[in-house]
């Protein structure tokens, strides 16, 4: 656990001991001098951020003999990522990025590719884990422990434990990969075989002059924990997994105790015992000749017993969940700024942001199933990542609106001349790499970063205004926005896209006056609308949000930039003055209202309920009725709920304040209607020409006063002849059906799923007829959904329990605005939003998917105060033409002077629309137009090997291959993802 019960660096080094006894680079030093005494014995390790940590420790000559004990098979890798990431919470992208950083470190320092997959912690299992994480990786074999209790007696049973599992149904066979579930759900020894020093198992006693000698019964329980994991499995070879969190400290202890179980047991002869690695298992496994039963679909939810279902964790910490996802999505774009900067020479100008990103894709960060004191642990490394690389990023913007204001930028595609760019940026640069281990360290923010930030946003004689970006706009929170409009300050924007497609959006932006007037960079005018800060923002969120939010809808170019000017009091001929919101009071007398789009209309009533959702292109509508809700948490001895579980008891509507009406704000470019909840609101609001209606929800603080546990809710009703199906989304990727069913113990909590992206509510398509409905939710953070009854669809928000549920952290989910647990400090107050849209089944993937990738990969916004507005060309792109739109540019990373990691994905499956789900060809010169590309090298998942594309041959549902490595033409088709490297010349 590379945090749980203690930080990350608290394990490392073994302190805080009251809390917990560990400390792995003990355990490193320990096991390493284990395997130097005897070259039979083998160890698996994981975990590459705790690895990494040790292995800068070492001295040349250690570090020599822990590569011998590689190359001789001593010492083998499972995994192999930064952290062992979690299936529910965690994004795809981020999944991919953690385990590429620790595959990197484990190829360049030690020549290690890993083979098999080892994902035996996390509570339940995803489809994307088996085919993308692990079959796309190149794994041979996954392993885990955790499935349901009632699925893993049946598996017992069958003889299924281990299984052939293909998790897509678009990649079918071509991504299947051979996984073992541990028939004790659990990743420790068996019983009675723990001999770590600090456990209480009995060690061999083999000396018969002495008392306790016990061989003769060791070797007993040996041979029958043998036996009984041999009945549940086929053929003639069972895994002992010989160790637990935390284990050899004292590796002599336990290393020693099995020397002498091989020994005796072999001895004994009714089993054969050796020391052996899960690549070797997983070789043996598939050349036994077995036939190994097929797995479909994925392992959620998981539940160890019938009144203890983990699904709770789904949103635990929601904060904490946007703030890790909102990081993930900002290095992507950051590595393609600094693609186009040139690079920080011999290190990522990124390796902060990389680090904390792929650290708390674990499965006890991104969960919010930590102690507090950790969790604010994690909060504090993503803070100090993003503050580092919004370094680079707004020293590039501040260079390439100087580059266009010095004449270059256009809209034809021209991209931007790198060398000119990394000119303008090289004092940044130059001073970076020396400065990127000290800001490593512990304590906050560092002082090095907070005096290079002050220098970046001073005004020197003679230098750019630095742009400077707001992390909290969704609290009406920036100052450089909120000042200039105060003191009458031309303010220029810059909003970059990081999609490869042209893109269209809503920008929002506090101000502090309602005279405002928005132009483009070359001065044509832009229209706007002035909308006033909601009181539950000005009350409970941001004290000192300004009166007013700018909205105004920016036009950007793929990849690229384009640049805005915003006026405050007086305003220039040409430009158009801000339309001020129009604001009425909903009270529940009289009629009600329509808030509408060129795509869509929402109907309320005469106090401010939604009560039908019409999609005026397609034609299709239905009744919808928008409530919120909580469920009572259970708290005692049964099962409380909890971090990790989810226990109701009963459920409460939550009516709208008769003495605070909702309220109807409406313009020509934004209409909202606000409702008040008391210690919840909702905001819903459409776009003058946007298909999805937008709902803002924010929940807290939630009162404990009553001694009850909440789990909050929001629940959207529809017409929708859904019966007993949901669709969610498995790690951003595929969309899985699920049925509920009504028979589980505790059939609400039984029947939540795991979303990162979307839900939806699909009714079934009747002789191909256009006329079944799709109804859809977007979110920007994992949550847990559930439909419990036919057309409902309901999203867990926030929880806060007064209970631990038993699961090990030992505290309840009880956070504050203070981030701190038992102090007198408010609840935490949680805001985030939905994209909620109806559409013809036929059709509804490409709405769903294109705005799950909006969200995916969110715009990059900055800000600067400028004497006076320099007219300059609109915008630039840095690719020569857009993607298709079923194709998303997923990662670049500049890996050297003269190598980009470049990964493409397919955003739809098989059959899931009727133009998208196809193959699409693209070429990567029109993605990196000014780089000349001499080589490009088709490379696994994690681009740590060569892929074997000659083994997919055979399979008509992949893209084909490469002709050469001077080939740049790459063929995507449906839910695939290819990585490459690409040399320049």
Not at 302 to 310: H, I, M, P, T
Not at 671 to 691: H, I, K, N, P
Not at 882 to 903: E, F, S, Y
């Amino acid at each position: 656990d590379v945090g749980w019960l203690k930080t990350v660096d608290q394990y490392y080094y073994g302190t805080h001991t009251d809390i917990q006894l560990a400390g792995v680079q003990y355990a490193l030093d320990s096991i390493v001098q284990g395997l130097e005494a005897n070259p039979d014995r083998r160890f698996v390790y994981v975990e590459s951020a705790f690895f990494w940590r040790w292995w800068d420790e070492q001295t040349a000559e250690k570090q020599a003999s822990v590569r011998r004990l590689v190359q001789s098979g001593q010492l083998e890798f499972a995994n192999g990522g930064w952290c062992m990431h979690d299936e529910a919470a965690a994004h795809y992208v981020d999944m991919i990025d953690q385990t590429t950083l620790g595959h990197t470190f484990l190829l360049e320092e030690l020549g290690v590719v890993p083979k098999v997959g080892w994902q035996v912690d996390p509570f339940g299992h995803s489809a994307a884990q088996a085919y993308l994480l692990s079959a796309e990786a190149g794994f041979k074999g996954l392993y885990f422990a955790r499935i349901t209790y009632s699925d893993n007696h049946q598996r017992q049973k069958d003889k299924a434990l281990e299984m052939m599992w293909q998790g897509s149904r678009t990649l079918g066979e071509s991504a299947e990969v051979f996984t073992g579930a541990f028939m004790r759900e659990t990743y420790g020894a068996p019983p009675g075989m723990n001999f770590d020093f600090e456990h209480d198992n009995d060690v061999v006693c083999d000396d018969p002059r002495l008392e306790d000698y016990n061989v003769e019964e060791k070797v007993q329980q040996f041979v029958e924990n043998a036996l009984n994991e041999a009945r549940t499995h086929r053929g003639n070879d069972v895994m002992f997994t010989m160790g637990n969190d935390f284990n050899y400290c004292n590796a002599n202890a336990y290393f020693k105790n099995i020397d002498k179980m091989i020994h005796y047991v072999n001895q004994d002869g009714r089993v054969n015992a050796f020391y052996s690695t899960p690549e070797t298992f997983t070789r043996a496994k598939l050349e036994s000749g077995e036939t190994f039963p097929k797995k479909y679909g994925d392992f959620f939810p998981y539940a160890n017993r019938e009144l203890s279902w983990w699904t709770g964790y789904f949103t635990s910490r929601p904060t904490q969940k946007r703030f890790i996802r909102q990081a993930g999505a900002y290095l992507q774009a950051a590595r393609q700024i600094e693609l186009l900067a040139g690079g920080c020479g011999g290190t990522s100008c990124n390796e902060l942001l990389e680090e904390a990103v792929a650290l708390t894709q674990h499965h006890d960060a991104i969960t919010g199933t930590a102690k507090q004191h950790v969790a604010n642990d994690y909060a504090k490394r993503i803070a100090r990542g993003l503050a580092d690389s919004s370094q680079l990023v707004n020293a590039a913007l501040t260079a390439a609106v100087g580059i266009m204001e010095r004449g270059w930028g256009s809209l034809d595609g021209s991209p931007p001349p790198p060398a000119v760019l990394a000119e303008d940026l090289l004092p940044l640069l130059q001073g970076r790499a020396g400065a990127l281990q000290r800001l490593r360290g512990d304590g906050g923010v560092p002082v090095e970063l907070v005096a290079a930030t002050r220098r970046l946003q001073g005004t020197e004689e003679g230098k750019a205004i630095p742009f400077a970006q707001c992390m909290e706009l969704n609290i009406s929170r920036c100052d450089v926005a909120q000042e200039a409009t105060k003191l009458g300050v031309t303010l220029q924007a810059a909003v970059y896209n990081p999609t490869a497609w042209e893109r269209e959006e809503y920008v929002r932006v506090p101000v502090s006056t309602d005279r405002v007037a928005v132009t483009l960079g070359n001065g044509t005018a832009v229209p706007s609308q002035v909308v006033p800060v909601s009181e539950r923002t000005r009350a409970d969120l941001n004290k000192d949000a300004p009166p007013y939010t700018l909205v105004f809808k920016a036009v950007l170019p793929p990849v690229g930039l384009a640049t805005y000017f915003i006026y405050s009091e007086t305003l220039p001929a040409e430009a158009q003055a801000a339309v001020m919101s129009q604001v009425q009071t909903l009270d529940g007398q009289g009629q009600g209202a329509s808030l509408t789009s060129s795509h869509l209309r929402l109907d309320v009533d005469a106090g401010g309920r939604p009560v039908k959702l019409t999609n005026t292109m397609d034609g299709v509508e239905t009744p919808l009725n928008v409530t919120m809700l909580w469920y009572e948490g259970a708290h005692d001895h049964k099962q409380s709920d909890g971090a990790y579980n989810f226990r109701p008891l009963g459920v409460t509507d939550m009516a709208p304040l008769r003495e605070k009406p909702a309220t109807l704000v409406s313009g020509p470019i934004v209409s909202e209607v606000r409702q008040d909840f008391g210690w919840a609101t909702l905001d819903m609001r459409v776009y003058s020409d946007s298909c999805a209606l937008e709902t803002e929800w924010t929940v807290g603080p939630i009162p404990i006063d009553d001694k009850k546990s909440k789990d909050v809710v929001v629940r959207f009703s529809t017409a929708l002849e859904t019966g007993k199906g949901l669709l969610t989304d498995s790690n951003g990727r595929d969309m899985m059906p699920r049925t509920r069913d009504d028979t589980l113990p505790l059939p609400i909590a039984a029947n939540y799923y795991p979303i990162t992206a979307a839900a939806a509510l699909s009714e079934p398509r009747q002789n191909n007829s256009t006329a079944a409905r799709h109804f859809a939710v977007i979110t920007e953070r994992a949550q847990g959904a559930a439909s419990l009854a036919s057309g409902d669809l309901e999203i867990m928000l926030h929880r806060r329990t007064l209970g631990d549920d038993g699961k090990g952290v030992g505290e309840p989910l009880n956070e504050t605005m203070c981030g701190c647990r038992d102090c007198n400090c408010r609840g935490l107050v949680a805001r985030g939003t939905h994209s909620v849209m109806l559409c013809t089944a036929e059709h509804g993937a490409k709405p769903r998917r294109t705005h799950q990738l909006r969200k995916q990969d969110a715009l990059v916004v900055a800000f600067r105060g400028v004497p006076e507005a320099t007219l300059i060309p609109a915008a630039f792109s840095a690719v020569a033409k857009p993607l298709p739109k079923n194709l998303q540019l997923l990662t670049t990373k500049k890996l050297g002077p003269k190598k980009i990691l470049l990964r493409l994905a397919h955003l739809y499956e098989a059959g899931e629309h009727p133009e998208l789900s196809s193959k699409v060809e693209v070429d990567l010169k029109d993605l990196l137009p000014a780089t000349p590309i001499s080589r490009v090298q088709e490379m696994t998942l994690t681009g740590n090997q060569l892929k074997d594309m000659g083994a997919l041959r055979a399979f008509p549902q992949r893209g084909r291959a490469l002709r050469g490595e001077r080939d740049t033409v790459v063929e995507m088709a449906p839910m695939e993802i290819r990585t490459f490297h690409v040399t320049t010349a």
